[in-house]
C-alpha cells in the first residue's frame, strides 16, 4: 500500500515562497507519477502539477504555470513544488497523489496523503 505524507506548508505572505514535500513509502517510487492537486474552501479539489515517472515530463495548471516548479529525487522518495510568487488564492490544503499513469484529473490517481495547508495574505 502507498503512503504518502505531505510537508512544508504554512502562512507567507503575497510574493513569497513555500516549497512543499511529500514522502512516498510502500512500492517502487519510480514506477509512479506524482501529481499536486489543491483545495480551497468551498472549491472542488483542483489540478496544479504533474511528473512523470523520471523527470522530463512536468505538466501546469495554467494558473501556477511560471511560478510552480515539480521536481522529484527518486533517491529519496519523495516529490516537491516549489512555489514562488504566490497569491492569496493560491491559498488552500495542498494534497500529494500518486498513481502509475499519467493524469491531471482527481479521479486518476488511486493514492493521496492527507494535504497540508497553504495560507497566502495579502
Known amino acids: 500500500q502507498v503512503q504518502l505524507v505531505e510537508s512544508g506548508g504554512g502562512l507567507v505572505q503575497a510574493g513569497g515562497s513555500l516549497r512543499l514535500s511529500c514522502g512516498f513509502s510502500g512500492r517502487t517510487f519510480i514506477n509512479y507519477v506524482m501529481g499536486w492537486f489543491r483545495q480551497a474552501p468551498g472549491k472542488e479539489r483542483e489540478f496544479v502539477s504533474r511528473i512523470s ?31 514562488n510568487s504566490l497569491k492569496p488564492e493560491d491559498t488552500g490544503v495542498y494534497y500529494c497523489a500518486a498513481n502509475r499513469y499519467l ?3 482527481a479521479g486518476d490517481y488511486d493514492y493521496w496523503g492527507h494535504g497540508t495547508q497553504v495560507t497566502v495574505s495579502s
Open 53 to 83: 515517472w523520471t523527470t522530463d515530463n512536468t505538466y501546469y495548471a495554467d494558473s501556477v504555470k511560471g511560478r510552480f516548479t515539480i521536481s522529484r529525487d527518486n533517491a529519496k522518495n519523495t516529490v516537491y513544488l516549489q512555489m
Open 103 to 105: 493524469g491531471i484529473r
